[in-house]
């Protein structure tokens, strides 16, 4: 087993407005994080998902526990590690190209011929291939959405995590770009963490659903997705199995 994160009893207390008075966001989180594996989150609207993704981040710090990232205490974002964001819009430099916004995050550190050959893969993994010189806003929603996940994965990331990243598209793209982000994980073998409010997202894409209640946010139950790893919207969506999942995961949030 190739463990990438490990997170031990973390708990997480922030301040209420300018006070010294503190509330407790997240409440003894445990879980471990493989390599090429897609990790789902779902749970209600302030449970603490989108905390606890800051904290793998290194954008938050814990108060207690331990997040350990290849071995190394998490202190400040690790390089390896790039976020996406479900607000793409506000994500993308609009004075930029698209071959100039997925290169800024890596522009200082590369040569220029390195920077260039992996902006091109980063555009041919995204399929915005003969879109290079055009910018944000000349391309679609779901275009914009691409080009955000090129931008991280021109990093050479071994874990995207990503806030509802799907959730302002339409139907037909988002199902297109789960197909997209299930061949790029089979592609690269990133680790994948994916919070979602879509239950049936969750488990189309996971290979673990974690359902978080709260507040404090703490993860209720975490359920292996025993499905085959060829994922097809239509076949996989429809099978008994599936439906056993979605059925027990709405229960588990409704209880909560
Ligand atoms: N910087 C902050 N300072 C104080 N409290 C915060 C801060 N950021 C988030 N919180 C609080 O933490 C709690 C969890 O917020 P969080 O954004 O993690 O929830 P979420 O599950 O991602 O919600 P949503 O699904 O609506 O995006 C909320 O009560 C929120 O007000």
Same mark, same amino acid.
């Given at each position: 087993?190739?463990?990438? @994160? ?5 708990f997480l ?10 509330r407790s966001i997240l409440k ?10 897609? @990790?789902? %989150? #779902? ?5 603490g ?17 331990? #997040? ?5 205490? +998490? ?12 607000? @793409? ?29 992996? +902006? ?6 995204? !399929?915005?291939? /003969? ?9 679609? /929603? /779901? ?15 071994? +874990?995207?995590? =990503? ?8 139907? =037909? ?19 994948? #963490? ?8 969750? %488990?189309?894409?996971?290979?673990? #659903?974690?359902? =978080?209640?709260g507040p404090p946010g703490e %993860? ?9 790893? !060829? ?26």
């Amino acid at each position: 087993m190739n463990l990438i @994160y490990e997170i031990n009893e973390l708990f997480l207390e922030l301040p209420v407005g300018k006070s010294n008075e503190k509330r407790s966001i997240l409440k003894n989180i445990n879980l471990t994080i493989e390599a090429g594996k897609i @990790y789902t %989150i #779902v749970g209600a609207s302030g449970c603490g998902k989108t905390s606890l993704l800051r904290i793998l981040g290194g954008l938050t710090n814990k108060s207690t526990g331990q #997040v350990f990232f290849q071995n190394t205490e +998490v202190t400040a974002p690790p390089a390896e590690v790039a976020f996406v964001f479900q607000d @793409y819009a506000n994500a993308l430099l609009p004075w930029r190209t698209v071959e100039k916004n997925i290169s800024l995050p890596i522009e200082d550190r590369l040569n220029p011929e390195e920077c260039a050959a992996r +902006v091109k893969e980063a555009i041919r993994q995204v !399929h915005l291939t /003969g879109r290079e010189h055009d910018y944000p806003w000349q391309l679609s /929603g /779901g275009m914009q959405q691409r080009l955000q996940i090129a931008r991280a994965l021109a990093t050479k990331p071994k +874990v995207l995590l =990503m806030d509802e990243p799907f959730a302002a598209l339409d139907a =037909m793209t988002k199902a297109s770009m789960q197909d997209e982000l299930l061949k790029l994980r089979d592609e690269t073998n990133l680790s994948i #963490v994916f919070i979602t409010h879509d239950i049936e997202e969750a %488990i189309y894409l996971g290979d673990q #659903v974690s359902i =978080m209640r709260g507040p404090p946010g703490e %993860i209720s139950q975490s359920i292996e997705i025993s499905l085959s790893q !060829h994922r097809d919207q239509l076949t996989t969506r429809g099978l008994p199995e599936f439906l056993e999942y979605r059925k027990s995961i709405h229960e588990s949030i409704k209880v909560n």
